[in-house]
């Protein structure tokens, strides 16, 4: 009987420690997968601590290409990472953009207490932009567009002519309103305005 209760009992100790070593196996390999995925990203950020409050992001959404991008406030963006994301969507070739694009896009956010900011177009190639023209499309022959200085974009939520208004205000350089399309233009040439369709 004593021998019979201890074989009862080692067989418990034994699948009690068969059941740890599957559970430790279990929950080391998807944290090993998510330290190898998280080593192979660029632009990752280190996670909250438990306890904290997660930062604020803003969502950039472009349109054309279906990409986001979430960023914090006042986060700094590689250049290759803005070149990418503001690319040209008809020839898929980023162009070197001026890094203001993003901060400016950031702050019309941050003014307008969105998470989110809807690109409708970054840099455009000049092959594709004398195709718009050649189509009828209001472009202008040496647009900012070409030169990556420029961007348009709404917030949702947000009427067009609200945040015309608040652009001009910030007088950064060119602002277009093109209210039946329903997005402004940015850039960072000269100050100026102008509205089209």
Not at 165 to 177: S, Y
Request: hydrophobic content about 40%; glycine content about 6%.
């Amino acid at each position: 009987m004593i021998r019979v209760i201890r074989v009862i009992r080692l067989i418990r100790v034994i699948r009690v420690a068969i059941l740890v070593a599957l559970t430790t196996v279990a929950t080391a390999e998807p944290a090993k997968k998510h330290r190898a995925r998280a080593a192979k990203s660029t632009a990752h950020r280190a996670p909250t601590k438990p306890g904290t409050r997660a930062a604020r992001l803003i969502n950039l959404y472009n349109g054309w290409t279906d990409e986001w991008l979430a960023l914090e406030p006042g986060e700094k963006l590689a250049q290759s990472t803005i070149d990418r994301f503001l690319r040209d969507h008809y020839t898929n070739a980023p162009g070197k953009m001026d890094p203001k694009l993003p901060e400016i896009l950031l702050a019309a956010a941050d003014h307008f207490k969105t998470d989110r900011v809807i690109v409708v177009s970054g840099f455009r190639h000049p092959k594709y932009n004398l195709l718009l023209r050649k189509k009828g499309h209001q472009v202008a022959r040496d647009s900012h567009h070409t030169q990556g200085d420029a961007v348009d974009f709404n917030l949702p939520r947000v009427t067009t002519e609200a945040l015309h208004a608040w652009a001009k205000d910030q007088k950064i350089g060119g602002v277009g309103l093109y209210l039946q399309s329903g997005f402004i233009h940015m850039d960072t040439g000269p100050v100026r305005s102008w509205s089209g369709e």
